[in-house]
C-alpha cells in the first residue's frame, strides 16, 4: 500500500469512528432521564445499549473490512462494551498517525472491557445463580406432570445438572406445582446443590376450542419396524389417582387408572392378564415401582376400556376404572375450508354443509381477537403444522382455506396454539387470569415468567404488580411474537428498571410469527442487543427435541444445542427421555464452554496441530 493512499485511510476511518462516537454519545445524553430510572444496577448496561444501538443505526460493513485488513478490532464482538472498544480502536489509530485524538468522556467511570463482562455474569449469577461446575451455561428443565408425583425424577434431574426448574402455569394446577416446589427441596437437602425456580404466567393463550369427545379406550400400541416386529414395547403407567390419567408425551405410553390396594401389592417381573375391547387375551408386564405408580410394558397392541378386568396370578383382580374419553381431531387437507369461531364450543357441534361443502368449524379461547384481523391476512395453528389465509369475516368467525398441512392429512386439535402473523392484536401479556395466580408464583418462585410480550407497556404492568406486593421477584421476559421482537429495545429498557431480569427465545412461536427462514437472524439480533444490555439470555424451545422425547437425537439438533452456549441459560422442555437429554447437553455445553464465549473464539491448544507433519 502507498503511504499516501495508507494515510487518507488512516484519516478516513478516524473520522467515520469519531462521528459514530459522537452520535453514540448524543444519544445516550438524550435518554439520559430514561437511563436514570433504570434499577442502579442495570444504569451502565443501559448506557451501552444506547451506544450500540447509535452505533447498529449505521452500515459499518466497509468499514469493518478495513479495520480487519489492519490487525485491528472489526467491532464484531463489541455488544458489552461499545464505547470502550471504539476508543480503543481510535487510540491505536492515534499512535499509528502519530495524531492524538482529543475525545469527550473520558472519565474514569466509564464502562470499561473487564467491568462489561463482569456486569454481565453478576445479571446471570443474581438470576440464575452461581456458575454450574465444569460449564459457563445454565440448564433450565421444564416439569412435567411426573415431577409432582415421582421424587426420583426431580432428584436425578437435579443430580445430573439442572440449575433451574421451570414450571410452566399454563398446565397443571396450583397443588401439582406445590409438590413439584416440594419434591425440589427435599432434593436440594439430600445433594446441597443450587437450583432457582422459574414459574411461567399463561398469559393470553389464543389456542383452539374444545372438540367433541371420542371414544372411551386406550390403545396400547408397540412400535414396530417395517417387518412387524417390536422394537419399542408400549409402555403403561398404572395409576390409582384418577387425576393424573394421562396420556403422556411418548406416543406410545398411556397411564390407566385402577384400585390402590391392588396395585400397591404388584412387584417387579409380575405378569398382568387381561382380555381388550376386541375379546383378544393379552398380558402386560411390571417393569418398575415408583411413587406415582407402576411401569408395565406389553408387546401387542390392544384396547384397553373402563371396565377391563386385570388379575395377576396370586393376587387379587383390579377393574380398569373410568377415565376421559378420547381426544378429538379435526382432519384437513389444503384447500380445504375452516371456520374458527367466536363461539368457544363451536367445534362440539355438527359440521355444515354450505354450497355441497362441508365446513368444520372449531372455536378459540379469546374470541375478541377475531375482530383484530383481517382478510387476507395469513394464519397458523398447532407451531406450523397447519396454516391458512382468511378469506372471510364476520361478527362471530373467520373463514380461513387452509393452504399448508405437515403431513398429507393435517390433525387440528383442542388446545392447540393460534397465530396471526400480521395481525394488530390488542392483547395484554398480563390477563386477569395471571394476576390471580401472583400471590402463590411470587410466593413460591424465585423468577416469575411473562408470555407473549408486545410492548414495554407489558413488563410495566408486571413489575407494578410485583411492587404492590411488595416483592422483588426476577422477571423473564419471553419474546415470541413479531411485535415483541420489533419493541426489543423499549421492552430491555424497561425490564431493566427490575433489580434482576432475563430474556427468553421462545423460538418456537417466533418462529412462526417471524417466519422460519428468519428465525436465525432475529435470534441472533436479540443475542446482539441482550448482550448489550448485560442481560442473560434463555436458549429455548425444541432443544435435543428427538433425544428427549423418542431417546436418540438427530445432527442437526446437536449442533443446535451447541450453539445455544452463547446464550447464559439453555431449556430442555418436558418429555419422556428428559434425564438423558440433561446428561448429554451437560456434556455438550461443557466442551463447548472450551472452545468460544460468546461469538469470540478460545483458542486452546489443538491436539490436532501436532498431528502435521505425519512421519
Not at 79 to 86: G, N, P, Q
Amino acid at each position: 500500500m502507498k503511504p499516501k493512499k495508507s494515510k487518507y485511510l488512516l484519516s478516513s476511518l478516524t473520522e467515520q469512528l469519531t462521528n459514530i462516537r459522537s452520535e453514540m454519545l448524543c444519544m445516550s445524553d438524550k435518554y439520559k432521564g430514561t437511563i436514570n430510572n433504570l434499577d442502579p444496577s442495570f444504569r451502565e448496561s443501559g448506557r451501552n445499549l444506547i451506544h450500540y444501538l447509535a452505533l447498529r443505526r449505521h452500515d459499518i460493513r466497509a468499514l469493518q473490512m478495513n479495520l480487519a485488513e489492519m490487525g485491528l478490532s472489526s467491532l464484531g464482538r463489541s455488544e458489552m462494551h461499545v464505547l470502550a472498544t471504539i476508543d480503543a480502536v481510535l487510540y491505536t489509530l492515534s499512535r499509528i498517525t502519530g495524531e492524538p485524538q482529543e475525545l469527550s468522556n473520558l472519565e474514569s467511570d466509564n464502562l470499561d472491557f473487564k467491568t462489561a463482562i463482569e456486569l454481565l455474569e453478576n445479571h446471570t449469577d443474581k438470576l440464575l445463580g452461581h456458575r454450574p461446575e465444569g460449564r459457563n451455561t445454565h440448564i433450565m428443565v421444564t416439569m412435567p406432570t411426573d415431577a409432582a408425583y415421582d421424587y426420583k425424577l426431580v432428584l436425578n434431574l437435579l443430580d445430573r445438572g439442572m440449575n433451574c426448574m421451570r414450571i410452566n402455569c399454563a398446565h397443571d394446577d396450583e397443588s401439582k406445582w406445590s409438590q413439584m416446589i416440594l419434591n425440589l427441596k427435599r432434593a436440594q437437602e439430600e445433594t446441597g446443590k443450587e437450583c432457582k425456580i422459574l414459574m411461567d404466567l399463561p398469559g393470553p393463550k389464543l389456542r383452539t376450542g374444545p372438540l367433541s369427545r371420542g371414544p372411551t379406550v386406550i390403545k396400547l400400541r408397540p412400535k414396530r419396524d417395517a417387518y412387524g416386529h417390536v422394537v419399542k414395547p408400549a409402555k403403561i403407567l398404572l395409576i390409582s389417582d384418577i387425576a393424573q390419567t394421562r396420556t403422556t408425551d411418548n406416543d406410545n405410553e398411556s397411564a390407566i387408572p385402577v384400585d390402590k390396594e391392588w396395585l400397591d401389592s404388584l412387584e417387579i417381573g409380575d405378569i398382568i392378564n387381561f382380555v381388550d375391547a376386541r375379546d383378544a387375551n393379552r398380558t402386560m408386564t411390571i417393569t418398575k415401582k415408583t411413587e406415582s405408580g407402576c411401569y408395565a410394558e406389553s408387546l401387542k397392541t390392544s384396547y384397553v376400556v373402563p371396565g377391563t378386568i386385570l388379575s395377576c396370578p396370586g393376587k387379587n383382580q383390579s377393574e380398569v376404572k373410568n377415565f376421559p374419553a378420547q381426544e378429538n381431531f379435526l382432519t384437513l387437507h389444503p384447500g380445504d375450508i375452516l371456520a374458527l369461531s367466536k363461539d368457544i364450543n363451536a367445534g362440539q357441534k355438527e359440521a355444515k354443509e354450505i354450497d355441497n361443502k362441508t365446513i368444520q368449524t372449531i372455536g378459540c379461547t379469546i374470541p375478541s381477537v377475531l375482530d383484530n384481523a383481517e382478510v387476507g391476512e395469513p394464519i397458523v395453528f398447532d407451531d406450523g403444522k397447519i396454516a391458512g389465509i382468511i378469506e372471510g369475516k364476520n361478527s362471530k368467525s373467520l373463514t380461513i382455506r387452509i393452504t399448508k398441512t405437515d403431513k398429507t392429512i393435517g390433525k387440528l386439535k383442542c388446545d392447540k396454539g393460534i397465530n396471526l402473523p400480521l395481525s394488530k392484536l390488542q392483547l395484554p401479556a398480563l390477563t386477569s387470569s395471571d394476576i390471580s395466580l401472583l400471590d402463590f408464583v411470587l410466593g413460591n418462585a424465585d423468577i416469575v415468567g411473562l408470555s407473549f410480550v408486545n410492548n414495554e407497556e407489558d413488563i410495566k404492568s408486571l413489575l407494578e404488580q410485583i411492587r404492590s406486593k411488595d416483592k422483588k421477584t426476577a422477571i423473564v421476559i419471553k419474546i415470541e411474537t413479531k411485535r415483541g421482537f420489533e419493541n426489543l429495545p423499549d421492552i430491555l429498557l424497561e425490564a431493566m428498571k427490575s433489580p434482576s431480569c432475563g430474556v427468553m427465545i421462545a423460538r418456537g412461536d417466533l418462529a412462526v410469527e417471524s417466519g422460519y427462514e428468519r428465525l436465525a437472524e432475529v435470534q441472533e439480533e436479540i443475542l446482539w442487543l441482550c448482550e448489550a444490555s448485560h442481560i442473560p439470555v434463555i436458549w429455548a424451545t425444541q432443544v435435543l427435541e428427538t433425544l428427549a422425547k423418542q431417546g436418540s437425537p438427530t445432527r442437526a439438533e446437536i449442533t443446535d444445542a451447541a450453539m445455544g452456549h452463547r446464550a447464559e441459560c439453555v431449556m430442555l422442555n418436558k418429555r419422556p427421555h428428559i434425564l438423558e437429554a440433561l446428561i448429554a447437553l451437560d456434556n455438550i455445553l461443557k466442551r463447548m464452554g472450551r472452545h468460544q464465549f460468546k461469538k469470540t473464539s478460545m483458542l486452546h491448544k489443538l491436539n490436532l496441530a501436532y498431528n502435521f507433519p505425519k512421519k
